[in-house]
Structures are given as structure tokens and as C-alpha cells.
């Protein structure tokens, strides 16, 4: 389906009228066309405001959610941000847009190869997307500005705790994945960490290892 500008207004004015009010969000949300990271049957649905499936029994957060998450995070242009939760690749699409440089990872080493193909596509040079368990992070390239996670957990996880910078943001929802999650804001201070609860979300559980799937 195209993306028409109308198609593209009725999507910024849902992004909107869900509280996305950030100028630089609304701005990076118009640039990245979410078309291409939604294949087969739900094509024609990439531009309404809903969640969809994608491969490996994942999920396509809903626009408004990346666009919640994306504001919460606060993403300065001299900022590494890392994803846990590569999924479509649509978030990192967008944080690209907002970052100095996005690391993605998942799991799944077929989201993460299609997702790189996409990256590619759209001329897209600041994103490092790996297969690997967010739930460790991504010591190797740590500490980082801001960390996202777009799969549920328990608790924050430990190590991206410890992968954050002082003054850094983690976003992440928590809770169980069959009950009400919430969206919890960390802020890491010289200190200790603030906590701030956000609001409620639905997202999949974020599972230990590395999946074999091919
Ligand atoms: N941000 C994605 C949506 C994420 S869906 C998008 O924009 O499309 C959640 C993703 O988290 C899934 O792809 C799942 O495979 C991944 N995931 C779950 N547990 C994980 C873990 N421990 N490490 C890395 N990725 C994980």
C-alpha cells in the first residue's frame, strides 16, 4: 500500500491525539514510512495505528507505543542508543533518525538479517543490528545513553542497568507477559536510579539465549 499524504496525515494525527507531541519524534515517525517493515497479509494495515504480527511469532509495536517510547527516551543527537528487540527493525528505524548511533539486537537471527536488508534498502548507515541475548546487553560496545527494550521482563535487567551511562535513560516495559504490563522510565543518576511509571503496555516476553530458528 502507498503512502499517501493523506494516509500520512490521518497517521501523524493518530500519533498525536495518543499524546506524541514531541516535534523531533512526530519529525522522525514522518520520515521512516513503516511500509516496508510489514509484509504479506498485513500490508495494507502498516499504516493503522495497531500492532501486527511479523516473522517468528513476533510483533510490530503500534505506531503510537514506538511513539511514547521513543518521546519517554529523550534521544539527543550525540547519543548510542541501544535496542533490545529488533522485531521489524521499525523502531530502530526511527531512533536512527534521532541518534548518533543505534545498536539492535534480537534473538532471532532472521528478524535481525531482514531487518539489516531494510536498513539497507533505506540508506540507513547508523544502525549495527546483531543477533545476540539483550537480556546481557551488549557489553561490548556499553555503556550506553539510552537503552530501549521492546519485549517485556520481570525486573529491569541487571546488565543493561549496569550498561547504562550517569544521566542515562532506559525505557522498558515490565511485568508479566500475560498480565498488565507497565512502562517504566530509569534514570541513572551519580547516585542510584529513579524510577517513573509510564503507562500500561502489551508487549511479548523477552526470552533468554539465542534462538536456533533458522
Ligand atoms: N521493536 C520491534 C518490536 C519488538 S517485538 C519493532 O519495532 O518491530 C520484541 C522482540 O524482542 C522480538 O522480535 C523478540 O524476538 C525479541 N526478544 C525477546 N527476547 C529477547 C532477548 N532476550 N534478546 C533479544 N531480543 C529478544
Redesign the pocket.
Known sequence: MALTPEIQMQFLFALRSHGVTDAKVLNAMEKIDRGP?IRGHFADRAYDDMPLP?A?G????QPSV?GLMTQALNVSPRDKVL??????????AVLSQLARRVYT????PR?VREARVIFDGLDITNITALT????HGLPDQAPFDRILV??AAEDPPGPLLAQLKIGGIMVVPVGQSDAVQHLIRVTRSETGFDYNELRPVR??P???GVSREE
Open positions: 517493515f511479523i517468528c513476533q510483533t510490530i509495536s514506538v535496542e533490545v528487540g529488533t522485531g521489524s527493525g521499525y523502531q530502530a539486537v534480537d534473538r532471532h528478524l545476540a541475548d539483550g537480556s521492546t519485549a508487549f511479548v523477552l526470552v533468554e
